[in-house]
């Protein structure tokens, strides 16, 4: 199975929103409304802000919103704080009842 | 809220077998799906495997055929073990909970770094 696709680095400044992509194939993304976003801080485990396609865990701030197309899925976090500079994963269920992740997106808080 | 601890060597030599073990507090194992994913030194993250509590597993093709991953309900772990290691596998290792099939996974270890060097 091939990691999804996702852009190495975005960055957006306080307050703005940004758009992460994650773009997978017909037997990930495109099957499947079980996509997830995981946030990243230097040295710390990963952790769950959506789950499927577009739900919030309990406690997640609403400023991140979750969608899909086709095989493409996306993140948004609109009124960027400096404490959302992380590094951001997606994945997806696969049609062989495995897990893929996507490269990992940079975002840089300006 | 369920917590996840890995153990196991943080130095192994190459060609020689990674085991490490994750335990579970906090929550019950059953009804759930227990994973392995590691993260090499600055790169992202690789899904190596599951066992749903019941014991049946499923793992990443591109490491099928050097991963087992198994468990004990009984003493609330599950362990990893990888055969034939290379350098490529040096990685920080975590261990993590998907609560359904769809592999979502809500609660993760702290992670452990493994490094592979003779």
């Known amino acids: 199975q091939s990691a999804l696709t996702q852009p190495a680095s975005v960055s957006g400044s306080p307050g703005q929103s940004v758009t992460i992509s994650c773009t997978g194939t017909?037997?990930?993304?495109?099957?499947?409304?079980?996509v997830s976003w995981y946030r990243q801080h230097p040295g710390k485990a990963p952790k769950l802000i959506i789950f499927?396609?577009?739900n919030r865990p309990s406690g997640v701030s609403n400023r991140f919103s979750g969608s899909k197309s086709g095989n493409t899925a996306s993140l948004t976090i609109s009124g960027l704080q400096a404490e959302d500079e992380a590094d951001y994963y997606c994945?997806?269920?696969?049609?062989?009842?495995?897990?893929?992740f996507g490269g990992g997106t940079k975002l840089t808080v300006l | 809220q369920v917590q996840l601890q890995e153990s196991g060597p943080g130095l192994v030599k190459p060609s020689e077998t990674l085991s490490l073990t994750c335990t579970v507090s906090?929550?019950?194992?059953?009804?759930?799906?227990w994973n392995w994913i590691r993260q090499p030194p600055g790169k992202g993250l690789e899904w190596i495997g599951y066992i749903y509590y019941s014991g049946s597993t499923n793992y990443n093709p591109s490491l099928k055929s050097r991963v087992t991953i198994s468990i004990d309900t009984s003493k609330s772990h599950f362990s990893l073990k990888l055969i034939s290691l290379t350098a490529a596998d040096t990685a920080v290792y975590y261990c993590?909970?998907?609560?359904?099939?769809?592999?979502?996974?809500?609660?993760w270890g702290q992670g452990t770094l493994v490094t592979v060097s003779s």
């Open positions: 017909s037997s990930d993304i495109g099957s499947y409304t079980f």
């Open positions: 499927d396609v577009r």
């Open positions: 906090g929550g019950s194992m059953s009804s759930n799906y």
């Open positions: 994945s997806s269920f696969t049609t062989i009842t495995t897990l893929v």
């Open positions: 993590a909970r998907a609560p359904g099939g769809d592999l979502v996974i809500d609660s």
